[in-house]
C-alpha cells in the first residue's frame, strides 16, 4: 500500500512562489501516474498537474505558473508553483495511481486530472495566498 506524505504548504502573498513535495513510501511508484489535485471550501475538487515518466499536464488555470517534477530515485514528487494568485489557496493533495492513467483528445494521450483515475492519496497541505 503506498502511502503519500506533502509537505511544503505555508501561507503566502500574491506574486510568490512555493515548492511541495510529496514522498511516496510502502511502494514504488516507478512509472505510474502521480498527481496534484487541491480543493478550496465550498468548491469541487480539482486536478491540478499529474505526470507520467517525466511527461505533464496542467489544468489550465496554472499552466505557465506551475511545475509538476518527479525524481523517482527519491520516489518524490514536487509541485513549483509561482506567481501565486489568492484563487490558488485551497488544501492540496498528492496522488498516485496503480498504472499509467491518460485521457486522450484529438490523437493525443496526456496524465489524467481525473481525481477517479487515482487510487492513492495523501492527507493534504494548505496552500493561503493573500493578496
Known amino acids: 500500500q503506498v502511502q503519500l506524505m506533502e509537505s511544503g504548504g505555508g501561507s503566502v502573498q500574491a506574486g510568490e512562489s512555493l515548492r511541495l513535495s510529496c514522498v511516496a513510501s510502502?511502494?514504488?511508484?516507478?512509472?505510474?501516474?502521480m498527481a496534484w489535485f487541491r480543493q478550496a471550501p465550498g468548491k469541487e475538487r480539482e486536478g491540478v498537474a499529474s505526470?507520467?515518466?517525466?511527461?505533464?499536464s496542467y489544468a489550465d488555470s496554472v499552466k505557465g505558473r506551475f511545475t509538476i517534477a518527479k525524481d523517482n530515485a527519491k520516489n518524490t514528487l514536487y509541485l513549483e508553483m509561482s506567481s501565486l494568485k489568492p484563487e490558488d489557496t485551497a488544501k492540496y493533495y498528492c496522488?498516485?495511481?496503480?498504472?499509467?492513467?491518460?485521457?486522450?483528445?484529438?490523437?493525443?494521450?496526456?496524465?489524467?486530472?481525473?481525481?477517479?483515475?487515482?487510487?492513492?492519496w495523501g492527507q493534504g497541505i494548505q496552500v493561503t495566498v493573500s493578496s
Open positions: 496522488a498516485a495511481a496503480n498504472g499509467r492513467r491518460t485521457f486522450c483528445r484529438g490523437g493525443y494521450c496526456f496524465p489524467s486530472l481525473k481525481g477517479a483515475d487515482f487510487d492513492h
Open positions: 510502502g511502494g514504488t511508484t516507478g512509472g505510474n501516474s
Open positions: 505526470i507520467i515518466e517525466g511527461s505533464p
